[in-house]
């Protein structure tokens, strides 16, 4: 599609971001909402795995569709991406418990990770490298524009409206962007001679689902060391072994193991994976530390989060532009990764409002800066007939990272609270429940754990219905589980600001490619730059 002229190519990116801008409203609107709509569900025990059933569909969508669009074209994908995620949204919004809230968010994963990967991949299609870093600049914005207003319009919707209408809302978009793809994106023809790898498909998923269960079960459900996760995690690595075995005989590998004998795509999906093992697992405790530390209601929470939005879409947008400009891309995330660390080490001590908004902006300008390097390091190093398979890679080890992190950082908050409410409850400070009638006083303790602390009304109703005498001390009380919380929160930022730090340490062995100016072949793009380097040898930078 590089043929295309400028003002198709512009009305067909247009599509793109309505179609990634319907997946990313619907994914960042219940995220300031998340934890009252669990709440609500009573299922505050399954909060984790709302997020990871989310991103593991995701996950599994992203990495199979990578080779399949490179097959079949992107068009036909970012179609079906785009119906499943409205089935899923429709379905989700009828949710009667956390169950079904769960299965239908899995729906919606698979929507995401098909439209993720179609769609940075068409970028690819669109534009050579050197001018992609401006488009994923402004993709990355378009991701960051819903992110401010995401999370704002979710708070203010749960606090006025019934919660349903918060995954039904903007399915009309989703109409339109459908519209729009089916009407202007070019359909590619399917090359002759070639075939779907349906075992080393079946064999990556058998690898990819136990793993990441493992991982979210693992220190909740069951011990980190029983019989269950260690034949979770024995079974992933089987099937992995049997994934490698097939990838290296099968004509048309679902993932090619030759890419990672690249080492600017191997050490840039590290990269994404550890990032996003330290970014997702902290950063969805923000809510929790906003509306359950802070006492904020989801509509204030969603504008104690919007300076960081801003600034990512500001960033994003200028960091992609200078790429364009320089060809360079290295030392964006060598500034990027620095000030990400600086803002999330600030949440380890943010005790206010302001210096929580402080934390989330310096933290939102790291994230602009470095977010677009490393998806466009990995299309770079690649021949273009590979961009959908190493785009989804990409997709793949952030995803993973996220869902692992998020189970990681699960363990440890669960751990650190379980430690720090029964320090708080039965401290020499603590309140004194013998002075109150115990059927008054067991009411009260039923509040005792940090679920409640995202239901504000609930909180404020019984207050308002308690005795003259027993309300100070729920006050009290409610007031030493908020401090539990914030002293748990401060350990799991602390444990993502370390991981980020092994991230930053990581981009200084990321090898940098000059961004070659077309589509064509890159080995041969390289030879041009390179005339001593042997073909085929261009671009393994190891």
Known sequence: MEHLTLK?????MIAIMAAMFFAAINQTITSTAMPRIIAILDGMDYYTWTINIYLLTSTIATILVGKLSDMFGRKPFILIGILFFMVGAFLTGTSSDVYQFIIYRGIQGIGAGIIQSTAFTAVGDLFPPRERGKWMGLMTAVFGFSSVLGPTLGGYLVDHIDWHWLFWIFLPLGVVAFIMILMLFPKVDRKRGQSIDYW?????????????LAFSWAGTEHPWGSWQILSLIG????????????EKYVKEPILPLHL?????VTISNIIGFIMNFGLMGAMIYISFYVQGVLAISPTYAGYVTLPMSICMVVMSAITGQLIAKTGKYKRFALIGMPVMIVGMAIMIFMDNIGLTILSLVIFGLGLGLGMPVFSLATQNAVSHKELG????ST?????????IGIAVMGTVMSNSLTKNLKEALQSPSAPDFSKVDPQVAQNMLSFANPQTLMNKPLVEKTEASLPADAKALFVQMIDSIRDALGNTLSTVFLTGTLVLVVALLL????????????NQPADAAAHEANPGVKEGKALTAE
């Open 8 to 12: 198709r190519k512009v009305t067909i």
């Open 235 to 246: 079974g992933s690595v089987v099937a992995g072994f049997i994934f490698i075995l097939i």
């Open 260 to 264: 990672f004998k690249n080492s600017v």
């Open 507 to 518: 981009v200084f062995f990321l090898k940098e490619l000059p961004l070659r100016s077309s």
């Open 395 to 403: 997709q793949l080890f952030r995803n993973l990272g996220g869902t």
């Open 389 to 392: 398979v190493v785009t989804a």
């Open 200 to 212: 080393g498909s079946l064999f990556l998923t058998l690898s990819i689902v136990p793993l990441l």
